[in-house]
């Protein structure tokens, strides 16, 4: 018995990826600019919660 399937088409998943590599360096003698008050909020809000 031979099975023929020519209507069978294959979509593997695309092997794509990207990865991003991020450096932060500290500045000598830098300052805060968040003001202890807003500084929880402002981190909760740049996480996303």
Known sequence: MKI????L????????S???IQAVFPVKGRK???K???RDE???YIAGK
């Open 9 to 16: 088409k294959l979509k593997l998943a695309g092997t794509y």
């Open 42 to 44: 402002a981190f909760k």
């Open 18 to 20: 990207q990865i991003y």
């Open 32 to 34: 805060n600019l968040l």
């Open 4 to 7: 023929v399937a020519d209507n």
């Open 36 to 38: 202890k008050a807003w």
